[in-house]
């Protein structure tokens, strides 16, 4: 014999449907809210991490533009440079200058691969490679594509700050970061006296990035703006994991 439904019954099964459905909505509300908050707090400490990086990498940057700077206690390179510029004498003299200016103000931690010293009217007057078969002579006499059009683009422009560029040595396979510093007068006219290149392994920045990418699924790509391709930190799988994942430092 069926239990007929009386009104005790009706109101006992909807209470223990509205305190189901009301557990039911508070585990899934605070799923939500905590999803949230572990996103937040993610994106927090990636944002921190990212920070962090910065900061060391500008720290690598000003540490190179500094020893780049202290060329300019080479009194007789840069008078010799002075009186070039202006009387168009010759600097066969300085060729090893620049083996002898590297090997004194540039570390071992640095990875510097390679340094070139020119002239106003883009002619060497000295360099410095730590291999001369894989890394050319002169950077506008290479026999693969070494991004020279850059350098010449930015010491015949306008633009007095150190630029940062780079290229693939194909020779070498290594990726390589530029360093361009212009060189001039102190003096009201700052009349230009040539430009120092300095190539440096991608090695000593991406060991710096390395530091902040904990899992295989981070890519940082590092690239100069308004440039060709930069290097990235290696991951398992870099052609999925670098979708996206942009951020301007």
């Not at 693939?168 to 040539?194: C, E, P, Q, T």
């Amino acid at each position: 014999m069926k239990k007929r439904w009386t009104m005790r019954r009706a109101l006992l099964v909807l209470c223990i449907a509205s305190v189901v459905f009301a557990l039911l909505l508070q585990t899934f509300l605070f799923h939500q809210s905590l999803r949230r908050q572990i996103r937040a707090e993610s994106i927090s400490d990636h944002e921190i991490s990212l920070n962090k990086m910065q900061t060391d990498l500008s720290n690598f940057i000003h540490t190179i533009r500094g020893e780049m700077l202290t060329i300019y206690s080479e009194q007789d390179l840069i008078a010799a440079m002075r009186e070039a510029a202006e009387k168009d004498t010759d600097m066969k003299d300085y060729y090893w200058r620049s083996w002898y200016f590297a090997r004194k103000r540039f570390t071992k931690e640095d990875q510097l691969l390679a340094m070139y010293l020119y002239d106003t009217k883009d002619h060497l007057i000295s360099s410095y490679r730590y291999n001369s078969v894989t890394y050319p002579k002169d950077i506008y006499k290479a026999e693969y594509d070494d991004n020279s059009e850059r350098v010449y683009d930015y010491v015949h422009g306008k633009r007095t700050d150190l630029m940062i560029s780079g290229y693939h040595n194909s020779a070498a396979k290594k990726d390589i970061v530029r360093f361009v510093l212009k060189l001039h007068n102190y003096d009201a006219d700052r009349n230009a006296l040539g430009y120092l290149v300095c190539d440096i392994n991608s090695a000593a920045l991406t060991s710096i990035m390395a530091k902040y990418v904990d899992v295989e699924q981070v890519c940082l790509w590092l690239q100069p703006l308004n440039d060709r391709g930069g290097f990235r930190e290696s991951v398992q799988n870099p052609e999925t994991a670098c979708k996206g994942c942009t951020k301007s430092l």
